[in-house]
Protein backbone atom coordinates (compact mmCIF):
# COMPACT_ATOMS: atom_id res chain seq x y z
CA UNK A 1 0.00 0.00 0.00
CA UNK A 2 0.99 3.32 -0.90
CA UNK A 3 1.74 5.71 2.91
CA UNK A 4 0.99 9.60 2.55
CA UNK A 5 3.06 11.62 4.83
CA UNK A 6 2.31 15.16 5.28
CA UNK A 7 3.75 17.75 6.63
CA UNK A 8 3.98 19.79 8.97
CA UNK A 9 1.06 18.73 11.19
CA UNK A 10 -0.05 21.95 12.29
CA UNK A 11 0.93 25.10 10.35
CA UNK A 12 0.58 28.22 12.16
CA UNK A 13 0.05 31.41 9.72
CA UNK A 14 -1.61 34.75 9.40
CA UNK A 15 -4.40 35.70 7.06
CA UNK A 16 -2.80 36.70 3.76
CA UNK A 17 0.30 34.87 4.51
CA UNK A 18 1.44 32.33 2.32
CA UNK A 19 0.49 28.15 3.52
CA UNK A 20 3.03 25.55 1.32
CA UNK A 21 1.80 22.02 2.24
CA UNK A 22 3.52 18.70 1.30
CA UNK A 23 3.12 15.06 0.81
CA UNK A 24 5.56 12.82 0.53
CA UNK A 25 4.61 9.31 -0.89
CA UNK A 26 6.03 6.34 -0.07
CA UNK A 27 6.46 5.11 -3.83
CA UNK A 28 5.61 6.91 -7.04
CA UNK A 29 1.92 8.05 -7.76
CA UNK A 30 1.05 6.59 -10.73
CA UNK A 31 0.49 9.11 -13.55
CA UNK A 32 0.36 11.97 -10.24
CA UNK A 33 -3.45 10.75 -9.41
CA UNK A 34 -2.96 12.61 -6.03
CA UNK A 35 -5.86 15.01 -4.52
CA UNK A 36 -5.85 17.58 -2.14
CA UNK A 37 -9.19 18.36 0.52
CA UNK A 38 -9.93 20.82 2.87
CA UNK A 39 -12.10 19.58 6.39
CA UNK A 40 -13.56 22.17 8.46
CA UNK A 41 -14.53 21.38 12.03
CA UNK A 42 -18.19 19.42 11.77
CA UNK A 43 -18.38 19.02 8.30
CA UNK A 44 -17.31 16.58 5.49
CA UNK A 45 -14.44 16.78 3.25
CA UNK A 46 -14.28 19.19 0.13
CA UNK A 47 -12.35 17.73 -2.83
CA UNK A 48 -9.52 21.24 -3.57
CA UNK A 49 -7.40 19.58 -6.50
CA UNK A 50 -7.72 16.92 -8.17
CA UNK A 51 -7.32 15.32 -11.83
CA UNK A 52 -4.43 17.99 -11.86
CA UNK A 53 -7.01 21.16 -11.50
CA UNK A 54 -8.88 22.85 -9.17
CA UNK A 55 -12.25 21.50 -8.04
CA UNK A 56 -15.27 23.39 -9.14
CA UNK A 57 -15.43 26.55 -7.34
CA UNK A 58 -12.18 26.41 -5.75
CA UNK A 59 -10.55 29.97 -5.84
CA UNK A 60 -7.26 30.21 -7.66
CA UNK A 61 -5.22 31.60 -4.41
CA UNK A 62 -5.75 27.41 -4.53
CA UNK A 63 -2.64 25.43 -6.53
CA UNK A 64 -0.99 22.19 -6.44
CA UNK A 65 1.75 20.44 -8.05
CA UNK A 66 4.18 17.71 -7.42
CA UNK A 67 4.76 14.77 -9.71
CA UNK A 68 6.19 11.49 -8.11
CA UNK A 69 6.92 10.93 -4.23
CA UNK A 70 6.35 14.87 -3.75
CA UNK A 71 3.66 17.22 -3.93
CA UNK A 72 2.78 20.64 -2.47
CA UNK A 73 -0.88 22.44 -2.25
CA UNK A 74 0.16 25.86 -1.77
CA UNK A 75 -2.62 28.95 -0.86
CA UNK A 76 -1.02 31.93 -2.48
CA UNK A 77 -2.78 34.04 0.36
CA UNK A 78 -4.80 32.53 3.47
CA UNK A 79 -7.97 33.78 3.79
CA UNK A 80 -9.92 33.53 6.81
CA UNK A 81 -12.42 30.73 5.82
CA UNK A 82 -9.04 29.01 4.24
CA UNK A 83 -8.28 27.83 8.14
CA UNK A 84 -9.03 24.28 8.17
CA UNK A 85 -7.72 20.74 7.82
CA UNK A 86 -5.88 19.84 4.54
CA UNK A 87 -5.69 15.75 3.46
CA UNK A 88 -4.00 14.87 0.76
CA UNK A 89 -5.30 11.22 -1.04
CA UNK A 90 -3.71 8.82 -3.64
CA UNK A 91 -6.06 6.93 -5.91
CA UNK A 92 -3.62 5.95 -8.68
CA UNK A 93 -3.51 2.21 -7.01
CA UNK A 94 -6.20 1.82 -4.02
CA UNK A 95 -6.89 4.56 -2.36
CA UNK A 96 -4.93 6.03 0.65
CA UNK A 97 -5.23 9.38 2.92
CA UNK A 98 -2.44 11.22 4.52
CA UNK A 99 -2.64 12.01 8.17
CA UNK A 100 -3.27 15.64 7.50
CA UNK A 101 -2.16 19.12 7.73
CA UNK A 102 -3.74 21.61 10.18
CA UNK A 103 -4.02 25.45 9.17
CA UNK A 104 -4.61 27.49 11.92
CA UNK A 105 -4.13 31.43 13.06
CA UNK B 1 -27.27 19.79 -6.98
CA UNK B 2 -25.59 16.54 -6.05
CA UNK B 3 -26.66 15.42 -1.98
CA UNK B 4 -25.98 12.91 -0.48
CA UNK B 5 -27.58 11.69 2.81
CA UNK B 6 -26.03 8.83 4.93
CA UNK B 7 -28.12 6.92 7.36
CA UNK B 8 -28.23 3.97 9.58
CA UNK B 9 -25.45 4.98 11.90
CA UNK B 10 -25.80 4.30 16.04
CA UNK B 11 -24.23 3.30 19.36
CA UNK B 12 -24.13 -0.76 19.31
CA UNK B 13 -22.34 -3.48 21.39
CA UNK B 14 -19.28 -5.02 20.12
CA UNK B 15 -19.81 -8.18 17.79
CA UNK B 16 -23.43 -6.59 16.49
CA UNK B 17 -24.21 -5.34 13.16
CA UNK B 18 -25.34 -2.03 11.18
CA UNK B 19 -26.46 -1.38 7.34
CA UNK B 20 -25.38 1.89 6.56
CA UNK B 21 -27.33 3.63 3.52
CA UNK B 22 -26.46 6.52 1.10
CA UNK B 23 -29.20 7.72 -0.58
CA UNK B 24 -28.35 10.02 -3.63
CA UNK B 25 -30.07 12.60 -5.50
CA UNK B 26 -29.35 14.97 -8.50
CA UNK B 27 -27.07 12.55 -10.36
CA UNK B 28 -27.85 8.53 -11.03
CA UNK B 29 -25.04 6.40 -8.74
CA UNK B 30 -25.88 4.17 -11.81
CA UNK B 31 -23.04 6.13 -13.48
CA UNK B 32 -20.61 6.57 -11.05
CA UNK B 33 -18.43 4.34 -8.74
CA UNK B 34 -19.00 5.30 -4.96
CA UNK B 35 -17.06 4.87 -1.62
CA UNK B 36 -17.35 4.98 1.83
CA UNK B 37 -14.53 6.22 4.24
CA UNK B 38 -14.63 6.68 7.60
CA UNK B 39 -13.15 8.95 10.19
CA UNK B 40 -12.60 8.13 14.00
CA UNK B 41 -13.46 10.78 16.98
CA UNK B 42 -10.27 13.39 15.98
CA UNK B 43 -8.39 11.45 13.69
CA UNK B 44 -7.74 11.37 9.56
CA UNK B 45 -9.92 10.17 6.83
CA UNK B 46 -9.68 6.45 6.25
CA UNK B 47 -11.11 4.85 2.96
CA UNK B 48 -13.06 1.96 3.72
CA UNK B 49 -14.53 -0.04 0.27
CA UNK B 50 -15.72 1.06 -3.22
CA UNK B 51 -18.30 -0.39 -5.28
CA UNK B 52 -17.86 0.40 -9.08
CA UNK B 53 -20.28 1.72 -11.52
CA UNK B 54 -22.21 -1.51 -12.48
CA UNK B 55 -21.20 -3.21 -9.27
CA UNK B 56 -19.33 -5.34 -10.51
CA UNK B 57 -16.13 -4.10 -8.70
CA UNK B 58 -15.60 -4.42 -4.89
CA UNK B 59 -12.70 -3.52 -2.34
CA UNK B 60 -12.09 -2.96 1.03
CA UNK B 61 -9.65 -1.60 3.56
CA UNK B 62 -7.79 -5.02 4.76
CA UNK B 63 -9.36 -4.06 8.34
CA UNK B 64 -12.83 -4.68 7.12
CA UNK B 65 -12.37 -7.50 4.82
CA UNK B 66 -14.76 -10.29 5.45
CA UNK B 67 -16.80 -8.08 8.03
CA UNK B 68 -18.03 -5.10 5.95
CA UNK B 69 -20.23 -5.95 2.12
CA UNK B 70 -20.91 -2.68 0.07
CA UNK B 71 -24.23 -2.96 -2.52
CA UNK B 72 -25.83 -0.55 -4.33
CA UNK B 73 -29.42 -0.18 -5.69
CA UNK B 74 -29.82 1.54 -8.47
CA UNK B 75 -33.08 1.62 -8.45
CA UNK B 76 -33.45 3.48 -5.36
CA UNK B 77 -30.71 5.58 -6.21
CA UNK B 78 -28.99 4.23 -3.08
CA UNK B 79 -25.75 2.93 -1.66
CA UNK B 80 -25.20 0.28 1.19
CA UNK B 81 -22.60 -0.82 3.85
CA UNK B 82 -23.85 -3.94 5.55
CA UNK B 83 -21.02 -3.65 8.50
CA UNK B 84 -21.02 -7.01 10.71
CA UNK B 85 -19.14 -8.11 13.77
CA UNK B 86 -18.21 -4.66 14.93
CA UNK B 87 -15.42 -3.97 16.79
CA UNK B 88 -14.39 -0.67 19.30
CA UNK B 89 -11.81 0.54 16.34
CA UNK B 90 -15.19 0.55 13.99
CA UNK B 91 -16.24 3.42 15.86
CA UNK B 92 -16.28 6.69 13.72
CA UNK B 93 -18.02 8.41 11.58
CA UNK B 94 -18.74 6.69 8.35
CA UNK B 95 -18.72 8.82 4.68
CA UNK B 96 -20.29 8.08 1.20
CA UNK B 97 -18.51 9.94 -1.38
CA UNK B 98 -18.68 9.27 -5.78
CA UNK B 99 -16.77 9.54 -7.79
CA UNK B 100 -15.63 12.43 -9.88
CA UNK B 101 -14.97 10.58 -13.39
CA UNK B 102 -18.45 8.41 -14.37
CA UNK B 103 -18.14 4.67 -15.27
CA UNK B 104 -15.67 4.03 -12.62
CA UNK B 105 -14.30 0.55 -12.15
CA UNK B 106 -11.48 1.12 -9.90
CA UNK B 107 -9.25 3.74 -9.28
CA UNK B 108 -8.30 6.93 -10.93
CA UNK B 109 -10.61 9.46 -9.97
CA UNK B 110 -10.88 11.52 -6.95
CA UNK B 111 -13.83 12.07 -4.80
CA UNK B 112 -16.03 15.17 -5.68
CA UNK B 113 -19.06 15.14 -3.73
CA UNK B 114 -19.58 13.86 0.14
CA UNK B 115 -22.11 13.17 2.23
CA UNK B 116 -22.59 14.58 6.11
CA UNK B 117 -21.79 11.67 7.53
CA UNK B 118 -23.64 8.98 9.73
CA UNK B 119 -22.20 7.99 13.20
CA UNK B 120 -21.01 4.61 14.28
CA UNK B 121 -19.89 4.38 17.99
CA UNK B 122 -19.19 0.67 19.13
CA UNK B 123 -19.18 0.45 23.15
CA UNK B 124 -20.20 -2.04 25.52
Known amino acids: DIVLTQSPGTLSLSPGERATLSCRAS???????LAWYQQKPGQAPRLIYG??SRATGIPDRFSGSGSGTNFTLTISRLEPEDFAVYYC????????FGQGTKVEV | QVQLVESGGGVVQPGRSLRLSCEASGFSIRSYGMHWVRQAPGKGLEWVSFISHDGSNKYYVDSVKGRFTISRDNSKNTLYLQVNSLRVEDTGMYYC?????????????????WGQGTLVTVSS
Open chain 1, 27 to 33: QSVSSNY
Open chain 2, 97 to 113: AKDQSEYSNAWYSPFDS
Open chain 1, 89 to 96: QQYGNSWT
Open chain 1, 51 to 52: AS
